[in-house]
């Protein structure tokens, strides 16, 4: 980064320095890795509850008369079906098929949309949607003016439900809608990047730190931690979900990241849907789950090998603070991605055994099993979109 470019930093910035957050710049943002430790805050929403300061992450406004129309040529997904207050996650592709971000679009209106979109591609998302949009069309970034919070973990709805204005029982996963938290209007999503029960709650930035207090207070009763990015990344891992700049990048196309549901071929055409066709029948390689079967921590790019042959590279990979054991989202060969697959990755120059297997690598509470959704064909696609 330029030394003349500004650090943007979140409203709650004061706040994690007065509580000992350790920072980390990320993608222009300088945000909290942790507070209390990695390991404590990933067990803590595994286990009740945490909370997430995410206001480095990019909102966008999408409207307009032909909003609809010009979103269902740019994004990946099939737009048209998703009723008002639904969510839907989906990718953002170039003309060469490669993954430009991943995104969650919330339907606000018949041509009105919300679209969170990731910190490191912000700009370019808002820029790509600009000029792939009609006169009629138009798009706005709020990524400024409005922060993002994160309350995850088996306890949220219980602590969230003590400061709205409406029931949580009837709001499903991947359904939002706008209400008031303790006094402040916000809108409130059954969404997240951890594979618990959670929401992510887009507030203006004059309310953040008065929510943000809320949210503390209401969560104490429970043990809710605070969180930092370190611990989303574990809890994300956990759950196989896609990290821009990791598993997706311009040089990955959907199929080969393993991201066939978050496509709809049949919708028509879209920007990149016959290099997505193309690639999808010609690449060798995908993207697999491993697990180690030999102590040592995969990390991104790694050398994954067969019979001492290099077959692929690890994407993301960690020390599993649930399962206390090495895994791995790495592209390998299409023929070696069979689950019981016997690989080595390459660790400080030894060669360690490494299975693959069937993602995601941790099962998580009863809630997301069941997906606390009214009706089974109304399940949004998986993963949710990531933190990058």
């Given amino acids: 980064m330029s030394p003349k470019t500004p650090v943007l930093r979140s409203p709650l910035d004061a706040f994690h320095r007065a509580h000992g957050a350790r920072m980390t710049q990320f993608a222009g943002w300088e945000m909290p890795l942790q507070f209390t430790g990695i390991i404590a805050e990933h067990l803590a929403v595994r286990r009740a509850a945490g909370l997430f300061d995410i206001s480095h992450m990019g909102q966008i406004e999408v409207s307009g008369k032909t909003a609809l ?39 606000r209106g018949e041509n009105s949309f919300l679209i969170i979109v990731n910190a490191a591609n912000s700009t370019k998302d808002f820029d790509w949607l600009k000029e792939h949009s009609g006169e009629a069309t138009a798009v706005a970034d709020l990524s400024r003016s409005r922060a993002l919070f994160a309350v995850q973990g088996p306890d949220s709805a219980k602590i969230l439900g003590q400061l709205t204005s409406q029931s949580l029982s009837d709001l499903y996963y991947f359904r939002f809608r706008d209400d008031v938290l303790s006094g402040f209007p916000v809108i409130v999503a059954r969404t997240g990047y951890t594979g618990e029960d959670g929401f992510e ?50 040089s990955v196309s959907p199929f080969e990241a393993d991201l066939h549901k978050a496509v709809s071929l049949d919708k028509g055409d879209f920007i990149g849907r016959d290099a997505i066709i193309r ?24 050398p994954v090998k067969s019979s001492a042959t290099v077959v692929g590279r690890v994407a993301s990979g960690t020390m599993s603070p649930s399962l206390r054991r090495g895994i791995a989202m790495a592209f390998v060969q299409k023929e070696l991605s069979e689950v ?17 297997v069937k993602t995601p690598f941790w099962t998580p509470s009863v809630y997301v099993r069941s997906r606390v959704t009214a ?14």
């Fill in 340 to 356: 019981g697959t016997v690989l080595d990755v390459e660790i400080r120059g030894c060669d360690r055994s490494a299975i693959v």
């Fill in 69 to 107: 129309r010009d979103l269902q040529r740019i994004a990946t997904k099939n737009l048209a079906p998703i009723s008002v207050g639904r969510a839907v996650y989906c990718l953002l592709c170039n003309h060469e098929g490669g993954i430009l971000d991943d995104i969650i679009v919330y339907r």
């Fill in 201 to 250: 709650i887009s507030v203006e930035h004059g309310h953040a730190v008065g929510l943000w207090n809320s949210l503390l207070e209401a969560g104490d009763s429970f043990g809710m931690k605070l969180a930092g990015l370190g611990a989303r990344d574990t809890l994300r891992l956990e759950m196989a979900y896609s990290l821009y700049g990791m598993e997706i990048s311009e």
């Fill in 375 to 388: 009706k089974e064909s109304e399940t949004p696609p998986s993963p949710p979109p990531q933190d990058g």
């Fill in 279 to 302: 690639i999808g029948k010609e690449s060798r390689r995908t993207l697999v789950g491993l697990e180690m079967l030999e102590k040592g921590i995969p990390r991104p790019h790694f």
